[in-house]
């Protein structure tokens, strides 16, 4: 089935330094979605990226989708502890009304 | 504020028991999600539903059911529950598939079973 991978697991990097994350599908997306789940959380809807090698900023966020539309990064500009949670992606399965989500990357900033 | 509520935010249940986790929204959505959230395995998607009545499987069904008898409530059933089963429940809900729906997520619900 369909399967949707993110790199790192886990990232702990020192306030101001900048952080990315990938994310990889294993089938082409329609679109996909990013989210962020703060420390005892759940996930809230950050941004979606629909067509091919589309490029969206939110502050000190940038959001790529991947020309193939497999493929998904986040990247944060000089991160600040409010940066801290996981980021998921999510993904339709092709031809259904479910979201298969990432595995997640958490992030840690260290002041 | 709240859109998407879950009925219990902490349960601690033993094995065998019978467990009921509701949700329900307020924005009118046709679809509703439940999922299980684990550590290094993200959210895996138990069941959905797209309409009353209307259910589907989806990753991980396998000891679970669901009910959804109205437009704003889906409830996850544990028939008998099992240390495994541990975890926390998400329910998530949308506006019907467009190729672009957003997902909005209750709190959570963390289930200890003993």
């Known amino acids: 089935g369909q399967q949707v991978m993110q790199i790192p697991q886990y990232q702990h990097v020192q306030e101001g330094e900048d952080f990315t994350t990938y994310c990889n599908s294993s089938?082409?997306?329609?679109?996909i979605q990013w989210y962020k789940q703060r420390p005892g959380g759940h996930p809230v809807f950050l941004i979606q990226?629909?067509?091919?090698?589309e490029v969206k900023k939110q502050k000190r966020l940038t959001f790529q989708f991947g020309e193939a539309k497999k493929n998904s990064s986040l990247h944060i500009t000089a991160t600040q502890t409010t940066d801290v949670g996981t980021y998921f992606c999510?993904?339709?399965?092709?031809?259904?009304?479910?979201?298969?989500f990432g595995t997640g990357t958490r992030l840690k900033v260290l002041a | 504020d709240v859109k998407v509520t879950q009925s219990s935010r902490y349960l601690v249940k033993r094995t065998g028991e019978k467990v009921f986790l509701e949700c329900v929204q307020d924005?009118?959505?046709?679809?509703m999600f439940w999922y299980r959230q684990d550590p290094g395995l993200g959210l895996r998607l138990i069941y959905f539903?797209?309409?009353?009545?209307?259910?589907e499987k989806g990753d991980i069904p396998e000891g679970y059911s669901v009910s959804r008898e109205k437009k704003e409530r889906f409830s996850l059933i544990l028939e008998s529950a099992s240390t495994n089963q541990t975890s926390m429940y998400l329910c998530?809900?949308?506006?019907?598939?467009?190729?672009?729906?957003?997902?909005?997520f209750g709190a959570g619900s963390r289930l200890t079973v003993l």
């Open positions: 998530a809900s949308s506006l019907a598939w467009s190729g672009a729906n957003v997902l909005t």
């Open positions: 089938t082409t997306l329609s679109n």
């Open positions: 990226l629909v067509k091919s090698g």
């Open positions: 999510a993904g339709p399965s092709s031809g259904t009304y479910k979201y298969i």
């Open positions: 924005m009118d959505h046709e679809n």
């Open positions: 539903s797209y309409d009353v009545k209307m259910k």
